[in-house]
């Protein structure tokens, strides 16, 4: 067991945990921060995204020993007050059915147009492959990163 | 308008007069925790006042209204309450959603299964807003001393034009909750309604993209354990011994021990398939710590009975596919007779493998069993069924247990076997305390109630004309006999014989999204397309002559089909238009229609031409009739979820096993469709013809797989018998 500080959405967080445990885990129960989604904890399914640094990484293969300095944003960090226009175009579209996997689809979403403000439907498919939703909203996903790409040219990403 | 005595339960008009004097509102300090909009808080009422068990109307006009059926993904929570708030008339923006706990005195089939929900609770539905908007009008009545007949409603406003009197629904709702049920009342026509037929949006969806706790697995509660379980990692095997001591001393380790989920005198229930009687669970502070607690864990198993491979399964579905059934499920004429006059021939088999649920939430549930009561909370498709079963297990009587139900991460059929709960239970009513019950990936995806494997063979006979003159199948599956025996094309070939066969093995299999039709559709559509071929007619035409044979000249009875052959046509002719079939001549397109859960699909899927191993589907074109539409913009996410899953599973997924082992256990090794290889492009169009609805999130997933099987005859220029299809490799030669 050790005690750690990290910055989560912009705050700092105490608390004591192992060294080993997933930063997942320690989202989900040690801070009741649920948004981020176990699936499959092997890094496959990507319900886990989250921001590093900047970065999407699967929080369930990363330890908490290895998250240092680095500022962490989950779901929950995105749209505070205002709706990121990620989540904006998931919920115009209405992409969810049943939903559980789209904090990840949207975390995977918000880092692809940072990194690439107009990507192509072969630049879309091919980054949010890592993310498997077993509903098939696939196409609505497609449809609402375009649509956030218009959301977006009127308003820069925070 | 139609006059309809109220058959909803009385018990549902039970009334109270304020918000905390009802029992429906116990219980619901978690799920009413996710906090409320701005918006919505503003707009609060003072008081509530409940009209019947469905909905409460507040002194503002607001108006709350409790989806009763469990919420798997198909969006029941936003379309059931607005059939109910058709009938109320009110705004839809007026409108709270709560989802209801279990409570049998007021509503009936609270269940998420068979594309039923809608159609089974259309009638209740909306008997339960045309009755509180009656008693509500009666009250105006009485207020203003008119008749009840001369006022009209409409968003929440009664009128009563002559007199020039009006009020808002939230300044009569005290006085109604003492109007006396009416013995009848009166529905909206189908062609006047304002809220059924158009898109509103997920009741849920600010929470979902927002990342709310919703789902099971999200659910804590003050001084709530974590458990998980250790089952038989192979099928044919049970518990022997295990060394727990060491284990127990483990970091946030509780306890580990062995334990009877299911002992023998348990009454169970059909949501009982696949329960495993013994176990072992391993209780402790946090998820991450039982898992490693269960990676450390040494159980022995010892076998009980055979341990079954895949390749036995594949030799005994073939074998059983020789074999004649003493009495076949249907024979209408003389098959053997037809085919020794038949010009042509054709004969195939096609097969299956098993297929997991693979929910992305992992099965879970929460539960606090004490000597007094039992709380359970948590992901469950069958909540009525999950309740008998518990007063059997915990030895309790039902008004003692409270079912409550959360979002759940997907079903497609897992969730009706509530096994996890009576685990849950089980292990809470062990440990004394409330407990979370959470299933690793690999507990999810290798504990069994799978999608039969099956086999089926097809032998039809045309004759020098091509016509179809006689037509037999033979299927089989484990645990399992595929065969629906009235469905197309029995009714429409005069000579027509089915036969059905089950392989009892020991690997426990239920319902997985569309039962049976899942695997039949995909082979006897495919089959059709080859008979069309052999009979020189194009595929989609060679369909519509055997409906109208169907329609015009019925063999046998025709109640005796379970089709509607003018329906059935219906989507086909559709399709036929919007894809362009006739003209667009592209070598890539396959085309399939499928009944099943009441509802209507035909498809014509077109392919990319090339492409690795597998191409990509360009566009698929989709026709659908469920009659009424409740609301077109999630409706059609239930038909484009199902047409990706269809096409998923039957190009990439598969459950093989070794010796009784599952040899897929997570999403490395068990192939789930990505991003990338779903189709480009779904157009959804309806039937629009005013029939009561029925369901949605089934009947378009078994024509997809036809649809593609037939689009890669097209590009490959050889059939798929094999799914998955990604393994359908053609023989080497040479």
């Known amino acids: 067991m050790a005690t750690y500080t990290i910055n989560l959405n912009g705050e700092d967080q105490s608390f004591t945990c192992d060294e080993n ?28 995204t989250i921001h590093l640094d900047g970065n999407a990484v699967r929080s369930c293969m990363m330890p908490i020993s290895a998250v240092g300095e680095a500022k962490i944003t989950t779901i929950e960090g995105i749209g505070d007050p205002e709706l990121h226009p990620v989540q904006q175009a998931w919920k115009e579209l ?15 979403a918000v880092h692809l147009l940072q990194q690439n403000p107009d990507p192509s439907d072969d630049e879309i498919t091919e980054v949010m492959s890592g993310n498997i939703c077993r509903c098939g909203t696939y196409d609505r996903i497609k449809k609402a990163v375009r649509l956030a790409t218009k959301l977006l040219e009127n308003n820069q990403l925070p | 308008m139609t006059l309809v005595k109220t058959k909803i339960g009385r018990r549902a008009f039970i009334r109270n007069t304020g918000l905390a004097s009802g029992g429906l509102v116990i219980g619901f300090s978690w799920l009413a925790s996710c906090k409320m909009t701005p918006e919505q808080v503003n707009s609060l009422p003072d008081e509530w006042f409940e009209l019947n068990g469905f909905l409460k109307v507040g002194d503002n006009g607001m108006v709350t209204i409790m989806s009763p059926n469990p ?3 198909q969006n029941v929570k936003t379309s059931m309450p607005m059939i109910v708030a058709e009938e109320l008339d009110i705004a839809w923006k007026d409108v709270l959603v709560e989802q209801a706990p279990l409570n049998t005195d007021i509503f009936t089939r609270q269940l998420a299964g068979g594309s039923q929900s809608i159609r089974q609770g259309w009638e209740s539905l909306r008997m339960a807003g045309a009755t509180a908007r009656h008693m509500l009008k009666e009250a105006a009545a009485q207020a203003w001393d008119v008749s009840v007949d001369e006022i009209t409603t409409k968003d929440g406003v009664l009128t009563h034009e002559a007199s020039g009197n009006s009020a808002g629904y939230g300044e009569m709702a005290s006085a109604a909750t003492s109007i006396e049920v009416p013995e009848e009342v009166q529905l909206k026509d189908n062609g006047s309604f304002s809220i059924i037929g158009t898109d509103k949006k997920n009741v849920d969806g600010k929470k979902i993209v ?11 509660k003050e001084g709530m354990l974590t458990a998980m379980i250790v089952h038989p990692p192979a099928f044919g095997v049970k518990f022997k011994s295990m060394n727990a001591e060491s284990v127990k001393s483990m970091p946030g380790i509780k306890d580990v021990f062995h334990f009877e989920a299911y002992p023998e005198d348990v009454e169970k229930q059909w949501s009982d398939g696949g329960a495993i009687p013994e176990l072992v669970a391993i209780v402790g502070n946090s998820t991450w710590e039982c898992m490693q607690a269960k990676k450390a864990l040494n159980v022995e198993w010892e076998e009980v009975s055979k341990l079954e491979s895949t390749s036995y399964h594949d030799e005994a579905l073939a074998s059983l596919l020789e074999k004649p059934q003493e009495e076949p499920a249907r024979k209408d004429g003389d098959v053997d007779a037809a085919f020794k006059k038949a010009a042509k021939i054709v004969e195939s088999t096609y097969s299956a493998p098993y297929l997991a649920h693979n929910t992305m939430e992992p099965m879970n549930f929460f539960a606090h069993v004490t000597p007094e009561k039992a709380e359970l909370l948590g992901p469950i ?3 009525e069924f999950l309740e008998q079963t518990l007063v059997s297990r915990l030895g309790m009587p039902a008004e003692k247990i409270d079912v409550m139900m959360t979002r759940m991460g997907g079903g497609f059929g897992r969730r009706l076997y509530g096994t996890f709960a009576v685990e849950a239970a089980a292990i809470s009513q ?40 006689a037509w037999h199948v033979r299927g089989a599956g484990t645990n399992d006999d595929l065969i629906f025996e009235n469905r197309f094309p029995a009714g429409a070939v005069d000579n027509y014989l089915a036969e059905k066969h089950s392989l009892e093995t020991n690997v426990t299999t239920g319902a997985w999204r569309a039962p049976r039709s899942n695997f039949i559709a995909g082979a006897e559509q495919a089959f059709m397309d080859e008979v069309a071929e052999a009979a020189g007619k194009d595929p989609l035409e060679f369909r519509l002559e055997l409906f109208d044979r169907a329609i015009n000249n019925p063999v046998g009875d025709p109640e005796k089909n379970d089709y509607d052959p003018e329906r059935y046509a219906g989507v086909l002719k559709l399709v036929k238009e919007k894809s362009n079939w006739d003209t667009e001549t592209g070598e890539s397109r396959g085309v399939a229609a499928y009944y099943c859960h009441n509802s209507y699909v035909a498809q014509v899927l077109e392919l990319e031409n090339g492409g690795g191993d597998m191409p990509r589907v360009n566009k698929v074109t989709c026709a659908v009739d469920c009659g009424i539409v409740i609301n077109p913009l999630a409706a059609k996410n239930q038909i484009e979820g199902g047409i990706i899953d269809g096409i998923g599973h039957s190009m990439y997924s598969a459950l093989t096993f070794e010796a009784g082992k599952p040899e897929q256990s997570n999403f490395d090794t068990y192939r789930l469709m990505r991003n990338s290889e779903a189709p480009k492009n779904i157009e959804v169009f309806f039937v629009d013809n005013g029939i009561d609805p029925t369901g949605l999130g089934e009947p378009s997933l078994p024509p997809a797989i036809a649809a593609l099987s037939n689009a890669l005859y097209k590009t490959k220029g050889r059939r798929f018998y094999k799914q998955p299809f990604i393994n359908d490799k053609p023989p080497l030669v040479g």
């Open chain 1, 21 to 48: 445990m997933p930063l997942l885990w320690v989202l989900r129960e040690v801070l009741q921060k649920t948004g981020t989604k176990y699936g499959c904890g092997i890094g496959q399914c990507g319900a886990c």
């Open chain 1, 94 to 108: 209405q992409v969810p059915q049943c939903g559980y996997c789209q904090s990840g689809q949207i975390m995977s």
């Open chain 2, 71 to 73: 919420e798997i993904g």
């Open chain 2, 210 to 220: 927002t990342g709310k706790p919703l789902f099971g697995l999200d659910v804590y």
């Open chain 2, 381 to 383: 498709q069958t909540p």
């Open chain 2, 430 to 469: 062990k440990m004394n305390a409330p407990v979370k019950l959470v299933y690793s990936r690999e507990d999810d995806m290798t504990q069994g109630t799978y999608r039969p494997s099956y086999k089926v063979k097809y032998k039809a006979g045309l004759d020098e004309n091509g016509n179809l003159i």
